[in-house]
């Protein structure tokens, strides 16, 4: 509730204590997942890809282990990627949109390995994570799912953002238009509540730093 002054400081102080409990207990989980005292959820693939679970907070290195930023650097990337989420988190609670809800996320930097921790969706672990997407892509813009509740809370999000609309073509031919990043997704929650995360592109790059290596045209 923010509809007074009262309710206003009551709310901040609640969503401050319960982050400062997430943040004491992700640091503490990520320390351990470095120190190789967690479980991985993937024992079998290399320990730089490990996945972990612990006190429902869930836990991922900085690394490129699904190959999304090869073209753009690779672990280099990714490293950078986990930053700019957590910022496009911070900048989706700013703009506040009511019904739209991020994940609690915590970086952590710990003898030169980057854990990305994150709250659960209420509900995720009980589906296969890519049947849950309700919104955006997977494959960056290969296939794209559409969700109008979704939609029209980014459109209001791309608003207060200042972010125009910009048409995407699927491999089948589909043409949706898309108010913000194609890379955020959107996934609804057995709470009822729309949560969106991959907030890392949610900003556009800023034509004044971009690389002339890269410039064609």
Excluded at 104 to 115: E, H, I, Q
Excluded at 156 to 168: E, M, V, W, Y
């Amino acid at each position: 509730p923010v509809a007074s002054l009262q309710h206003r400081v009551f709310r901040d102080r609640a969503l401050f204590k319960a982050h400062s409990d997430f943040v004491q207990a992700a640091v503490r989980g990520g320390i351990a997942a470095v120190d190789g005292h967690l479980h991985p959820l993937n024992p079998a693939e290399a320990d730089r890809h490990h996945m972990y679970l612990w006190n429902n907070i869930f836990f991922s290195t900085g690394f490129d282990g699904r190959g999304h930023f090869k073209e753009f650097g690779g672990d280099e990337a990714g490293h950078a990627a986990a930053n700019y989420d957590l910022q496009g988190v911070s900048i989706m609670e700013k703009v506040n949109v009511e019904g739209v809800h991020t994940l609690g996320a915590v970086l952590v930097d710990y003898r030169g390995y980057r854990v990305f921790s994150q709250s659960i969706i209420p509900g995720l672990l009980q589906k296969e994570h890519a049947s849950s997407i309700e919104y955006g892509s997977m494959d960056n813009g290969k296939t794209i799912s559409m969700n109008d509740k979704f939609h029209e809370l980014m459109k209001q999000c791309g608003t207060k953002l200042n972010l125009r609309s910009h048409r995407l073509s699927t491999e089948a031919g589909e043409d949706f238009d898309i108010p913000v990043s194609v890379e955020v997704k959107g996934i609804k929650g057995t709470d009822g509540r729309h949560y969106v995360l991959d907030l890392f592109r949610i900003l556009p790059p800023d034509a004044n730093y971009s690389d002339p290596g890269l410039v064609t045209g």
